[in-house]
């Protein structure tokens, strides 16, 4: 006939499982504690915009100037927005309008300039431009592969090669400096000029 068996073994083999099972899991615990944590994607955008408009106002309210662009990408990687097809109308006392086109530009965070690149055009309009399907002419285009347009005195800089062209004139350079507050654009470098006289 079988002894039975004495219930303090029973607790203690109980208890010896209950604190080996309770290690195990505390060391599972721990490890899951040291793996580090999953990185972010810094490439990946952290916002994105489609057919974003941005209008900065004087301290009269009037527009200075006016952003558009097809999409603005943010990215945590770098510290600005790259921005597709963008262009800017900016505006002075006089009623005069500039125009800047260009492929692509470049929004540095917390700075007071944007860089296009890419086929740049800007163009001078002596008056508003009006609303209406008959397209109106500029009295001043300059071409340049590159410019930057400071925010906030909106000046224009381009040290890359730049054709202006007027009515009867056009000029080749190197460096060219536009002020729209100022309604001028001088071209300093390595000037080239060629006048078309008047029939």
């Given at each position: 006939m079988a002894k039975p068996r004495k219930p303090h073994i029973n607790l203690i083999v109980l208890l010896f499982v209950t604190i080996a099972f309770a290690v195990i899991i505390q060391y599972q615990t721990g490890k899951e504690q040291l793996k580090p944590a999953p990185q972010k994607n810094?490439?990946?955008?952290d916002f994105f915009l489609k057919n974003a408009t941005t209008k900065v106002m004087d301290e009269t309210g009037k527009i200075r100037y006016k952003l558009e662009?097809?999409?603005?990408?943010h990215t945590q990687k770098q510290n600005e927005s790259k921005l597709s097809n963008p262009k800017i109308t900016a505006f002075n006392q006089d009623n005069n309008t500039w125009v800047i086109t260009a492929k692509n530009g470049t929004l540095p965070d917390h700075k007071e300039h944007l860089t296009l690149d890419d086929n740049v055009v800007t163009q001078r309009f002596k008056k508003p431009?009006?609303?209406?399907?008959?397209?109106?002419k500029s009295d001043l285009t300059a071409n340049t592969k590159q410019l930057t347009y400071y925010t906030k005195n909106q000046n224009i800089v381009s040290?890359?090669?730049?054709?202006i062209t007027t009515d009867s004139t056009v000029i080749?350079?190197?460096?060219?400096?536009?002020?729209?507050?100022?309604?001028?654009?001088?071209?300093?470098?390595?000037?080239?000029?060629?006048?078309k006289p008047k029939d």
């Amino acid at each position: 006939m079988a002894k039975p068996r004495k219930p303090h073994i029973n607790l203690i083999v109980l208890l010896f499982v209950t604190i080996a099972f309770a290690v195990i899991i505390q060391y599972q615990t721990g490890k899951e504690q040291l793996k580090p944590a999953p990185q972010k994607n810094q490439d990946r955008p952290d916002f994105f915009l489609k057919n974003a408009t941005t209008k900065v106002m004087d301290e009269t309210g009037k527009i200075r100037y006016k952003l558009e662009a097809d999409n603005i990408y943010h990215t945590q990687k770098q510290n600005e927005s790259k921005l597709s097809n963008p262009k800017i109308t900016a505006f002075n006392q006089d009623n005069n309008t500039w125009v800047i086109t260009a492929k692509n530009g470049t929004l540095p965070d917390h700075k007071e300039h944007l860089t296009l690149d890419d086929n740049v055009v800007t163009q001078r309009f002596k008056k508003p431009i009006e609303t209406r399907q008959e397209p109106t002419k500029s009295d001043l285009t300059a071409n340049t592969k590159q410019l930057t347009y400071y925010t906030k005195n909106q000046n224009i800089v381009s040290e890359g090669n730049v054709i202006i062209t007027t009515d009867s004139t056009v000029i080749n350079g190197g460096r060219m400096a536009a002020n729209i507050p100022a309604n001028t654009m001088e071209i300093t470098t390595n000037v080239k000029a060629s006048i078309k006289p008047k029939d």
